[in-house]
């Protein structure tokens, strides 16, 4: 399906009507930028920013976790403000890291996966943190292919969590779709099943693994058995940085270590932050993004 999008450009003083799910805009930044939409490969309309660099040919293109937008995640407001722990109940706002990624030298691409943020509803309204999505990164690049402007930049990958394993899988599925991209930035990888066992094993349900397993299987017809970017790792070749939690309570420090050995790529690297609330995974580029744009900087010269 061609890219066929459309485009509105927003000036900093402009004053939104309507949000994401979290408080972030790029006006409160003082960006530039232009609501953009676009179609996912099989066509479901995706929203998004793309926020401009003046002189620069370096494009980073951003996708978010599971339950996220584009703009961040209103952990601290309630229900989200309980649901997640000690640790991640604080507000997070992706914001800071486009700004970040502006000023050091980089157009910006964020756009909602569907069924979140702005972007279509499909599916049924199912995610499946893979297959579904992975259509959507896939998307993302032919859009900015088909765009004059855009279609020659050096183009980057800053994919978290949902994003990240999307990806993997979008790399096993349409190889031919990454044939320009020069990097990636993958943290807080998971694997499906991991992650099941230990939520539930952490509220006293760690009996049920199978049943709930096999409940999955039922709804979406994908059980989280078969979602490990283990598997899809052997077919990302790009240079890859990753990074996770070391006492993540919905993951182990095995599983992405597993993925990190299966990633194909030559160049590669990864580093463990010491602390036990995944938030400080989400955030950890604002706060210190030196390694990560170090890594941009390396690819995308």
């Not at 000023?103 to 069924?115: C, I, W």
């Not at 994919?159 to 190889?175: D, E, I, L, Q, V």
Request: proline share 7%.
């Amino acid at each position: 399906m061609p890219a066929i999008a459309s485009r509105r450009s927003c000036r900093v003083s402009a004053t939104p009507v309507d949000r994401p799910s979290s408080t972030g805009w790029p006006a409160e930044a003082e960006l530039e930028w232009e609501d953009v939409v676009f179609p996912s490969l099989d066509g479901v309309p995706l929203e998004g920013w793309f926020i401009p660099r003046e002189g620069s040919d370096r494009l980073v293109i951003c996708a978010h976790p599971l339950g996220f937008s584009r703009a961040g995640f209103p952990s601290h407001l309630e229900p989200w403000k309980s649901a997640f722990g000690p640790g991640n109940d604080y507000e997070l706002n992706f914001i800071p890291d486009y700004k970040t990624l502006h000023e050091a030298g980089y157009n910006v691409l964020a756009y909602d996966f569907r069924n979140f943020g702005h972007s279509g509803a499909a599916n049924g309204g199912l995610q499946s943190n893979n297959r579904f999505e992975a259509r959507d990164v896939v998307g993302s690049l032919a859009y900015v292919r088909s765009r004059t402007e855009l279609a020659a930049m050096k183009v980057g990958l800053f994919s978290r969590c949902m994003g990240a394993n999307a990806t993997f899988r979008a790399y096993s599925m349409y190889p031919d779709a990454f044939s320009d991209v020069r990097c990636l930035v993958a943290p807080l990888l998971l694997s499906a099943r991991v992650a099941l066992e230990r939520m539930l094993g952490g509220a006293g349900f760690g009996e049920r693994v199978d049943e709930a397993v096999e409940r999955q299987r039922q709804i979406i017809g994908t059980p989280p058995d078969e979602a490990s970017p283990v598997e899809w790792a052997a077919a990302v070749d790009v240079p890859t940085l990753t990074y996770g939690v070391r006492d993540d309570a919905i993951t182990r420090p095995s599983d992405l270590e597993a993925i990190y050995a299966a990633i194909a790529a030559s160049d590669k690297d990864m580093f463990w932050i010491d602390s036990a609330a995944r938030w400080d995974g989400y955030t950890w580029f604002q706060r210190r993004p030196d390694r990560i744009l170090a890594w941009f900087d390396r690819f995308l010269r």
